[in-house]
């Protein structure tokens, strides 16, 4: 079965980012491109141009917020990203591959190197912040010894251990969205892409995912966060992309 680390070490040993006992170590050095878009246009079948003419390079190990007014088209930009829209003209290329035409089962194996948070958490209610996060993995075919193996660093991790047997519901907004952050990592893709995390959320639990996605990067993880949050985005000092009438300009 597949495992795709999100740190390969240079003799190719899989180094998991979910060891948590190496969050003093450096960050591991990410060669290479993980995004490019060639003259990106997409038009939505009822002819609105959200992207027009985009080209962008996103490199291994960025960590880059992409801003832009209601509409502008930053969830259509990851959404291209993971290949649940195709581009109308021009190609996207994520982590070596071509997702023009991409299709089935490739589709569906590409989209297990991809993490993918949204606004609105998308947590099973009647199943516990454990059984959230494995069964992703259960899906894949896991054995339940890689998933246990897998599961209680993925928690330390976004600081969620004392929950694993609670209920989505039991936990607040912010809990909730480090679970589905939990759920994006556990399998170790090396791209994560967050469209609004913290949409829902107030200042403190913002900051408080953004952090735990910070750590990720600092990981190795290359990822990308769509927001409007203009005081959260200064507070970062992280890169940005910003999109204006459909195209990508870099801040
Ligand atoms: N499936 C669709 N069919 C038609 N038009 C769409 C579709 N999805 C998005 N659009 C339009 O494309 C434009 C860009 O949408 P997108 O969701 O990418 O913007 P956004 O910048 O993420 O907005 P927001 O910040 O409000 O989430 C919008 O005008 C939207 O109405």
């Known amino acids: 079965m597949e495992v795709m680390p999100i740190l390969t070490t240079q003799n190719n040993q899989e180094e998991s980012l979910l060891d ?8 591991k050095s990410q060669v290479g491109t993980m995004v490019e878009l060639h003259s990106v246009t997409k038009i939505y079948p009822n002819g609105y141009h959200a992207l027009v003419d985009a080209s962008i390079k996103i490199n291994k190990g960025e960590f880059l917020f992409i801003t832009g007014p209601s509409g502008s088209g930053k969830s259509t930009f990851l959404k291209l990203l993971y290949g649940a829209e195709l581009p109308t003209q021009g190609e996207v290329i994520v982590d070596n591959l071509n997702l023009t035409g991409l299709r089935g089962d490739r589709l569906s194996l590409f989209r297990r190197r991809i ?47 004392s929950k694993a047997n609670c209920f989505p519901d ?13 759920r994006a990592i556990v399998g170790t893709p090396p791209l994560l892409l967050a469209d609004e995390p913290t949409g829902n ?39 940005v992309v910003q999109v204006k009438n459909g195209r990508l300009y870099r801040a």
């Open 115 to 161: 993490g993918i948070v949204f606004q609105d958490y998308k947590l099973i209610h009647q199943r516990t912040v454990a059984e959230n996060v494995s069964f992703v993995l259960q899906a894949q075919g896991y054995t339940r010894k890689e998933i246990q193996r897998r599961l209680e660093p993925t928690l330390k991790l976004v600081g969620l251990s």
């Open 201 to 239: 959320l107030d200042p403190d639990n913002s900051w408080q995912v953004i952090q735990v996605l910070q750590k990720l990067n600092s990981f190795g993880a290359t990822v990308i966060v769509t927001t409007h949050d203009e005081q959260l985005v200064r507070r970062c000092n992280q890169p």
């Open 170 to 182: 039991q936990l607040s907004g912010g809990e909730q969205q480090r679970v589905s952050i939990a």
């Open 20 to 27: 948590t006992d190496k969050s003093n170590s450096q960050p």
